[in-house]
Protein backbone atom coordinates (compact mmCIF):
# COMPACT_ATOMS: atom_id res chain seq x y z
CA UNK A 1 0.00 0.00 0.00
CA UNK A 2 1.06 3.36 -0.64
CA UNK A 3 1.96 5.44 2.55
CA UNK A 4 -1.65 7.58 2.02
CA UNK A 5 -3.74 4.35 0.48
CA UNK A 6 -6.60 4.48 3.09
CA UNK A 7 -9.69 2.32 2.38
CA UNK A 8 -12.74 2.58 3.99
CA UNK A 9 -15.93 -0.32 3.96
CA UNK A 10 -19.14 1.05 5.54
CA UNK A 11 -21.99 -1.91 5.75
CA UNK A 12 -25.30 -2.56 7.56
CA UNK A 13 -25.37 -5.70 9.78
CA UNK A 14 -27.85 -7.31 8.72
CA UNK A 15 -26.29 -7.01 4.70
CA UNK A 16 -23.53 -8.14 5.50
CA UNK A 17 -23.90 -11.12 8.40
CA UNK A 18 -24.76 -14.30 6.56
CA UNK A 19 -23.50 -17.77 7.04
CA UNK A 20 -21.61 -17.72 2.94
CA UNK A 21 -19.26 -14.58 3.98
CA UNK A 22 -18.69 -15.40 7.63
CA UNK A 23 -16.99 -19.15 6.75
CA UNK A 24 -15.86 -17.14 3.33
CA UNK A 25 -13.95 -14.53 5.35
CA UNK A 26 -13.36 -15.88 8.65
CA UNK A 27 -11.03 -17.76 10.15
CA UNK A 28 -12.14 -20.28 13.07
CA UNK A 29 -9.86 -19.01 15.44
CA UNK A 30 -10.75 -16.01 14.70
CA UNK A 31 -14.48 -16.95 15.51
CA UNK A 32 -13.76 -18.30 18.59
CA UNK A 33 -13.11 -14.77 20.16
CA UNK A 34 -16.24 -13.42 18.98
CA UNK A 35 -18.71 -12.23 21.46
CA UNK A 36 -22.01 -13.28 22.95
CA UNK A 37 -25.05 -11.60 23.16
CA UNK A 38 -25.82 -8.02 21.44
CA UNK A 39 -23.07 -7.20 20.48
CA UNK A 40 -21.82 -10.46 18.38
CA UNK A 41 -23.49 -9.57 14.96
CA UNK A 42 -21.82 -6.12 15.08
CA UNK A 43 -18.39 -7.48 15.73
CA UNK A 44 -18.26 -10.33 13.43
CA UNK A 45 -19.94 -8.08 10.65
CA UNK A 46 -16.76 -6.01 10.93
CA UNK A 47 -14.54 -8.55 10.60
CA UNK A 48 -15.96 -9.66 7.58
CA UNK A 49 -15.87 -5.99 6.00
CA UNK A 50 -12.04 -5.69 7.45
CA UNK A 51 -11.42 -9.29 5.10
CA UNK A 52 -13.00 -8.23 2.73
CA UNK A 53 -11.42 -4.65 2.22
CA UNK A 54 -7.92 -6.82 2.39
CA UNK A 55 -8.99 -9.43 0.17
CA UNK A 56 -6.54 -11.63 1.15
CA UNK A 57 -8.32 -14.74 2.65
CA UNK A 58 -10.21 -15.84 5.98
CA UNK A 59 -8.78 -13.31 8.43
CA UNK A 60 -6.72 -14.32 11.14
CA UNK A 61 -6.98 -14.51 15.30
CA UNK A 62 -6.35 -11.03 15.68
CA UNK A 63 -4.40 -9.36 19.26
CA UNK A 64 -5.14 -6.83 20.68
CA UNK A 65 -2.97 -3.97 22.34
CA UNK A 66 -2.22 -2.73 25.50
CA UNK A 67 -5.34 -0.38 24.81
CA UNK A 68 -7.57 -3.01 23.60
CA UNK A 69 -6.99 -2.08 19.66
CA UNK A 70 -7.15 -5.14 17.60
CA UNK A 71 -4.08 -5.79 14.89
CA UNK A 72 -2.15 -8.00 13.42
CA UNK A 73 1.24 -8.11 12.64
CA UNK A 74 1.28 -9.57 9.25
CA UNK A 75 -2.10 -6.97 8.28
CA UNK A 76 -2.07 -3.18 7.74
CA UNK A 77 -3.05 -0.70 10.45
CA UNK A 78 -7.02 -0.67 10.49
CA UNK A 79 -9.58 0.65 12.98
CA UNK A 80 -12.99 -0.53 13.76
CA UNK A 81 -16.25 1.20 14.34
CA UNK A 82 -19.85 0.94 14.55
CA UNK A 83 -23.15 2.17 15.59
CA UNK A 84 -26.79 0.97 15.88
CA UNK A 85 -26.87 -1.34 13.09
CA UNK A 86 -23.93 -0.29 10.54
CA UNK A 87 -20.30 -0.91 10.82
CA UNK A 88 -17.24 0.83 9.08
CA UNK A 89 -14.07 -0.13 9.06
CA UNK A 90 -10.51 2.36 7.56
CA UNK A 91 -7.22 0.48 6.92
CA UNK A 92 -4.13 2.88 6.30
CA UNK A 93 -0.48 1.79 6.33
CA UNK A 94 0.33 4.11 9.62
CA UNK A 95 -1.87 4.14 12.83
CA UNK A 96 -5.52 4.80 12.06
CA UNK A 97 -8.71 5.57 13.47
CA UNK A 98 -12.51 6.07 12.58
CA UNK A 99 -15.77 7.02 14.02
CA UNK A 100 -19.31 6.40 12.97
CA UNK A 101 -22.31 7.93 14.44
CA UNK A 102 -26.20 8.59 12.76
CA UNK A 103 -26.65 12.13 12.25
CA UNK A 104 -29.57 12.51 15.08
CA UNK A 105 -31.40 14.67 17.07
CA UNK A 106 -29.95 14.69 20.96
CA UNK A 107 -31.15 15.64 24.28
CA UNK A 108 -28.81 18.43 26.05
CA UNK A 109 -26.26 18.21 23.19
CA UNK A 110 -24.72 21.68 24.32
CA UNK A 111 -24.15 20.45 27.63
CA UNK A 112 -22.11 17.63 26.35
CA UNK A 113 -20.61 19.44 24.13
CA UNK A 114 -19.43 22.06 26.78
CA UNK A 115 -18.30 18.63 28.68
CA UNK A 116 -16.22 16.93 25.99
CA UNK A 117 -15.21 19.58 24.09
CA UNK A 118 -12.54 22.84 24.28
CA UNK A 119 -14.27 26.28 24.59
CA UNK A 120 -13.42 28.03 21.26
CA UNK A 121 -15.08 24.82 19.54
CA UNK A 122 -18.29 25.01 21.79
CA UNK A 123 -18.61 29.07 21.28
CA UNK A 124 -18.06 28.57 17.37
CA UNK A 125 -21.58 25.73 17.93
CA UNK A 126 -23.36 28.07 19.90
CA UNK A 127 -23.04 30.51 17.09
CA UNK A 128 -24.70 28.63 15.00
CA UNK A 129 -28.22 28.15 13.94
CA UNK A 130 -30.40 25.65 15.70
CA UNK A 131 -30.30 23.82 12.51
CA UNK A 132 -26.29 23.68 11.96
CA UNK A 133 -25.77 23.34 15.76
CA UNK A 134 -26.42 19.26 16.00
CA UNK A 135 -24.89 18.71 12.27
CA UNK A 136 -21.90 20.27 13.40
CA UNK A 137 -22.09 18.83 16.95
CA UNK A 138 -21.63 15.30 15.41
CA UNK A 139 -18.94 16.64 13.02
CA UNK A 140 -16.94 17.67 16.68
CA UNK A 141 -17.68 14.28 18.13
CA UNK A 142 -16.52 12.20 15.28
CA UNK A 143 -13.48 14.02 14.70
CA UNK A 144 -12.50 13.97 18.67
CA UNK A 145 -14.08 9.83 18.70
CA UNK A 146 -11.52 9.38 15.62
CA UNK A 147 -8.64 11.09 16.52
CA UNK A 148 -8.89 9.09 19.80
CA UNK A 149 -8.79 5.96 18.27
CA UNK A 150 -6.17 6.71 15.97
CA UNK A 151 -4.03 7.46 18.94
CA UNK A 152 -5.17 4.25 21.11
CA UNK A 153 -6.88 6.63 23.41
CA UNK A 154 -10.58 6.40 24.83
CA UNK A 155 -13.38 8.27 24.70
CA UNK A 156 -13.40 9.13 28.48
CA UNK A 157 -10.35 11.44 27.11
CA UNK A 158 -11.90 13.16 24.51
CA UNK A 159 -12.05 16.23 26.91
CA UNK A 160 -8.41 16.81 26.90
CA UNK A 161 -7.97 16.93 23.55
CA UNK A 162 -7.59 20.66 21.86
CA UNK A 163 -8.48 20.18 18.44
CA UNK A 164 -8.26 23.58 16.44
CA UNK A 165 -11.36 24.08 14.22
CA UNK A 166 -10.48 24.72 11.16
CA UNK A 167 -8.80 21.14 10.88
CA UNK A 168 -10.11 19.28 13.95
CA UNK A 169 -7.09 17.11 14.42
CA UNK A 170 -3.84 17.51 16.12
CA UNK A 171 -0.59 18.95 14.51
CA UNK A 172 1.17 15.87 12.03
CA UNK A 173 -2.54 14.42 11.71
CA UNK A 174 -4.99 14.28 9.20
CA UNK A 175 -8.80 14.51 9.28
CA UNK A 176 -11.53 13.55 6.96
CA UNK A 177 -14.97 13.02 7.08
CA UNK A 178 -17.31 10.97 4.59
CA UNK A 179 -21.11 10.86 4.40
CA UNK A 180 -22.95 7.72 3.51
CA UNK A 181 -26.90 8.72 3.91
CA UNK A 182 -27.41 10.03 7.57
CA UNK A 183 -24.39 8.52 8.80
CA UNK A 184 -21.28 10.74 9.33
CA UNK A 185 -17.86 8.94 9.50
CA UNK A 186 -14.62 10.63 10.46
CA UNK A 187 -11.19 8.96 9.42
CA UNK A 188 -8.38 10.19 11.10
CA UNK A 189 -4.61 9.42 10.13
CA UNK A 190 -0.87 9.83 9.37
CA UNK A 191 -1.13 11.11 5.79
CA UNK A 192 -3.42 13.74 3.62
CA UNK A 193 -6.46 12.00 2.41
CA UNK A 194 -7.38 12.00 -1.42
CA UNK A 195 -10.01 14.66 -1.93
CA UNK A 196 -11.96 12.42 -3.60
CA UNK A 197 -11.89 9.69 -0.43
CA UNK A 198 -14.95 7.74 -0.08
CA UNK A 199 -15.62 4.30 0.87
CA UNK A 200 -14.16 1.75 -1.25
CA UNK A 201 -16.54 -0.47 -0.12
CA UNK A 202 -20.43 -0.39 0.41
CA UNK A 203 -22.68 -2.98 1.62
CA UNK A 204 -26.56 -1.81 1.44
CA UNK A 205 -30.07 -1.90 0.91
Not at 60 to 70: E, H, I, N, S
Not at 80 to 104: F, K, M, P, W, Y
Not at 134 to 161: N, P, Y
Request: proline share 7%; with cysteine; net charge negative.
Amino acid sequence: MAVNDYQLAFGEVACVLNDASTSRWLSPELLQDAPVGHRRADWIAARILLAMLLNDGPLPKLARAAQGKPYHPSLPEFNISNHATRVAVLVGSGEVGCDVEQIRPRSRFMAIARYSFAAHLCDWLESLSEVEQIVQFWRIWTAHEAVLKQRGGTVWQMSQLELPLHTLCPPGRFLQHVTVDESLIACCGEQPFPDDFSPQLLIRK
